[in-house]
């Protein structure tokens, strides 16, 4: 059994790593070096606890156990799931945080000796608040990602479940949970503890079902700031640095982010928590799509186009993803810079359904990062160039945004595509983005649809370069 401080030593290297790792992660040219950071300082992390039980008679072999049987399940998911899928993957690990703060405070408050807080009844005071606290959060967390994992799975309506004093409720509910938190703190009722536990868990699912689509990549990084503080409130009452830093970092770390979606879609924090953004039935719009006019077009017209052209900027999005194209359309630019066009990629914040998605998809398929560039580097070079090839984007790039004030999503950053000579649309069909509108874009008189599969039209295109 390692002694207190020499764990405390080691705690602090996992906890300095982590600090790494994120700094790693930071920047698509580091992220490897980073996430090899986050590996080193978890087996550090597990190691030192591993090593730290007392009873290695029993307790030894119950962990070893169980240890290998999550590590195996959690391996044999990350090297199945599809790039696509990964934001359902994250909200599903999300939800297992939160339950795991649930369990080792259910844990600390029946069994409070064997955490050295106290006894059943007597709990410290101080430990039993960091309890309610991380047992609160945490059971908010996991209802919260199991509706979030179902909206983007497509088991559930993306679409926001909204109904009359909603809002109210949810304010009563939150209320409700401080109160029941101070009584329990005062009377350590058993009682209280398992009604706090309900009604944070039904408080979740509250929060997340009003939720639509578009807002997605928001309620992914924030349910992971809620895992890290769920974490972290357990770290205190564990009194485990490692645990403290590391939902410290998690949940500070995913408040920031969450803001930098927010500021992508021009909405605020509380404006995503009391959805409704998304809402298909909101449109009026794509009812009458069928009689709009559209300029289809084939692979052949797409690379005659490409061809005649200086300069050409993609815009992918998730059709991309779902079509796994990424390394079909890095095939695609190598073919336009060997006649000598310049192609660059713009990248909205928010595309796909999680923070980074496009990012992460072009890095896998080796595309350089210097030819990368967010909306605010990038927007106004849509004006000079000759093609803009959008490659399954939606929400980002409709110009409803900017001219409908009845939009759902009328505010929000978009990149100004339609601003390019031509514009190559790769859809499958007319169907609106996640965020449930029509594209205006689709109808644009320089905009010419190309209705395939992101990756055989991509192909096709290239055949003909």
């Not at 490897?32 to 072999?61: C, D, E, H, K, P």
């Not at 090297?79 to 649930?102: C, D, N, Q, R």
């Not at 009682?191 to 997340?208: C, T």
């Not at 006649?339 to 998809?361: C, E, F, Q, T």
Request: proline letters at 4%; charged letters at 10%.
């Amino acid at each position: 059994m390692l002694s207190a401080n020499l764990s405390a030593i080691f705690y602090l290297i996992s906890g300095v790593l982590f600090i790494l790792a994120l700094r790693g992660l930071s920047s698509p040219e580091t992220s490897r070096q980073g996430n090899f950071f986050g590996i080193l300082g978890m087996i550090i992390a597990v190691t030192v606890t591993f090593l730290s039980i007392g009873n290695f008679s029993n307790g030894f072999a119950v962990v070893l156990i169980f240890l290998l049987i999550g590590g195996l399940i959690g391996a044999f998911i990350a090297y199945k799931i599809p790039m696509t899928a990964m934001p359902e993957l994250v909200a599903g690990f999300h939800s297992l945080v939160g339950l795991a703060a649930v369990f080792v405070a259910i844990a600390a408050f029946l069994n409070p000796q064997a955490f050295n807080l106290g006894s059943p009844g007597n709990i410290k005071l101080g430990s039993l608040i960091e309890m309610s606290i991380g047992a609160a959060v945490g059971a908010i967390t996991f209802s919260g990602s199991i509706i979030a994992f179902l909206k983007l799975q497509g088991i559930m309506s993306g679409s926001p479940i909204t109904f009359k004093g909603q809002h109210p409720l949810n304010a009563l509910i939150l209320i409700s949970i401080v109160i029941i938190t101070y009584f329990l703190c005062s009377t350590q009722s058993s009682n209280l503890f398992w009604i706090l536990l309900v009604i944070s868990f039904l408080i979740g699912f509250l929060l997340i079902i009003p939720i639509g689509g578009a807002d997605m990549p928001v309620v992914i990084s924030m349910l992971n700031s809620y895992s890290g503080w769920a974490a972290a409130g357990i770290g205190f009452t564990l009194e485990n640095t490692a645990l403290i830093i590391t939902g410290a970092l998690v949940g500070s770390s995913g408040a920031i982010l969450s803001y930098i979606m927010c500021k992508g879609m021009n909405r605020s924090f509380f404006n995503v928590i009391l959805g409704g953004f998304g809402a298909t039935e909101q449109s009026s719009t794509s009812q009458n799509k069928e009689q709009r006019p559209v300029k289809s077009g084939n692979a052949d017209d797409a690379a005659f186009l490409m061809k005649n052209a200086s300069s050409v900027i993609i815009v992918p999005g998730y059709g991309m993803a779902v079509a796994q194209a990424q390394h079909a359309l890095r095939e695609m630019v190598d073919t336009l810079k060997k006649n000598d066009i310049k192609v660059s990629y713009a990248i909205h914040p928010v595309a796909g359904r999680m923070p980074g998605h496009m990012n992460v998809l072009l890095a896998e398929a080796n595309v350089p990062y210097d030819e990368v560039f967010e909306l605010e580097e990038i927007n106004n070079d849509f004006a000079n160039a000759d093609v803009a090839f959008v490659i399954g984007a939606n929400d980002v790039t409709n110009p409803a945004a900017k001219t409908d004030p009845q939009s759902p999503i009328y505010g929000m950053p978009v990149l100004d595509v339609e601003k390019c000579k031509s514009v190559l649309f790769v859809k499958r069909s007319l169907s609106p983005g996640y965020a449930g509108i029509d594209n205006d874009l689709f109808y644009k008189e320089n905009t010419l649809m190309l209705f395939a599969d992101a990756k055989k039209m991509t192909e096709d295109i290239t055949k003909n370069l």
